[in-house]
């Protein structure tokens, strides 16, 4: 990716292009949770805050202004494919602003437009896409040491509590100050308290106004009976290892609810690289603090669904994606891994296929980002391939090269 990056921005506009034909040949179907999170956007956008309502809205928040426009009952649905059509090019800003390099911004930009529960749920209401465009920006900013990196941050936090995971990063970015004493802490962290106080905020204004905290869409479930047992915690544990190192998996606590989405949102050999890199990160990683971040989030952002009561693919992106930023710099070392990691990614296409297929009228055209892909892989390789027998004679020698 030495070349002109012009042709990483034509990539990118590629694969943004593939998804909005997607999107647009398939058929949306409200389901769910997204007849909560309509009601809550038009009761706030009439002028109405009611926290009563059964959801995290802090991406519906943001939504209101698009209902005012259209007056649409598919208002969360569609700011929700929107989202999902900006994560491809919100991936490969992100990539830059961790690596500043056009190779490793392409390479993540390609693993999560490789990604289709985390864009097409937006199908049926499920707030992924919203909610990812939100903690892409936040890493976005944070890396570029921006102190506006508290509000997407903050609703994010009031979208999925899950996105507590990034505090480590946002401790680790935080903006260099010029101030000394005490005040220096100040000057770079006051970021971070104006991020928690928007969560903080919400709830006890939720407290007033309902009497309880809601725990999301989930009416059964309160501040204190979404917590687990000792024997659960256990379960959870280690069903969360089975999820992350399966391309599918059978729900073991509670087999009657298997089903063909229960799968790794991405590939088990990018959880793999991210180990790996974790246990010489010496070798993979210019900073040690990168590596450290990484772990920390994925422990928190994982380790709080181990905790609740059941484990959920979705609930456990936040820290899926720290795993993800983590294997990106142990892949560029171990290129010939980057073909098996590809194909492992197309399991997701597969089975969001038979789960959804029906449901939303996928046809061909939702293929379409995967063949993109594919394609481009195979030109890159084909217009790389004296270094592509240097990769393979190193490696022959047990050595690596860097492509």
């Given at each position: ?8 921005w034509?990539?990118v506009?590629?694969?943004?292009l ?17 007849f909560?999170?309509?009601?809550f956007?038009?009761?706030?956008a ?5 926290l009563s309502?059964?959801?995290?809205h802090g991406?519906n928040?943001?939504a209101?202004?698009w209902?005012?426009?259209t007056?649409?009952?598919m208002?969360q649905?569609?700011v ?11 991936a ?7 690596w ?8 993540l930009?390609?693993v999560?437009?490789?990604?289709p529960f ?7 209401g499920w707030?992924?896409?919203?909610y990812f ?5 936040t ?5 570029r ?7 997407p ?17 946002m ?10 004493d ?20 919400y ?44 391309v599918?998996n ?6 009657a ?6 799968m ?8 793999v690289?991210?180990?790996?890199g974790f ?16 772990l ?24 899926v994606l720290?795993?993800v ?5 142990v892949l ?23 789960a ?6 996928l ?8 063949i ?13 391939i ?5 990769i393979?004679?190193e ?9």
């Open positions: 990716m030495k070349r002109s990056p012009l042709l990483a034509l990539y506009g590629f694969l943004t593939s998804l909005s034909l997607s999107f647009f040949m398939a058929t949306p179907s409200p389901q769910d949770d997204h909560h999170y309509q009601k956007i038009e009761t706030l009439h002028g109405h805050l009611d309502i059964p959801g995290f991406m928040m943001l209101v202004p209902f005012w426009i007056q649409s009952p208002t649905i569609h929700q494919i929107f989202s999902a059509i900006l994560l491809p090019l919100l490969f800003l992100m990539g830059r602003a961790l500043r390099s056009d190779w490793h911004a392409v390479v930009s390609s999560m437009a490789m990604m985390f864009m097409f749920g937006s199908l049926r707030m992924v896409s919203t465009v939100l903690i892409f920006l890493i976005i900013l944070a890396a040491r921006s102190r506006w990196s508290w509000l941050w903050g609703f994010a936090m009031i979208s999925l509590p899950f996105a507590v995971a990034l505090l480590p990063l401790m680790a970015y935080a903006p260099a100050s010029k101030k000394r005490v005040w220096k802490y100040v000057d770079r962290y006051w970021h971070l308290a104006a991020a928690l106080a928007i969560p903080f905020v709830v006890v204004a939720q407290k007033i106004q309902v009497g309880h905290v809601v725990i999301g869409a989930h009416q059964d479930f309160s501040a204190t009976n979404v917590w687990v047992g000792p024997e659960r915690l256990f379960l959870n544990a280690a069903h969360g290892v089975q999820m992350l190192l399966s599918h059978f729900y073991f606590p509670n087999p609810i298997t089903g063909q989405g229960n790794m949102h991405t590939s088990p050999l990018l959880i690289l991210a180990l790996v246990m010489s990160w010496k070798t993979f990683y210019e900073h040690r603090i990168f590596p450290l971040v990484c920390l989030g994925a422990v928190i952002g994982i380790g709080l669904n181990v905790m609740i009561d059941h484990m959920d693919h979705f609930y456990m992106d936040t820290g720290m795993l930023l983590a294997s990106i710099p560029k070392r171990l290129p010939l891994m980057i073909p098996l990691v590809l194909g492992t990614l197309h399991f997701q296409w597969f089975y969001f296929y038979l959804f297929g029906e449901v939303f009228k046809g061909g055209w939702f293929f379409l980002t995967p993109v892909v594919d394609a481009c892989f195979l030109l890159y390789c084909f217009a790389n004296p270094m592509l027998k240097a393979t004679r490696w022959m020698r047990g050595s690596t090269l860097q492509p």
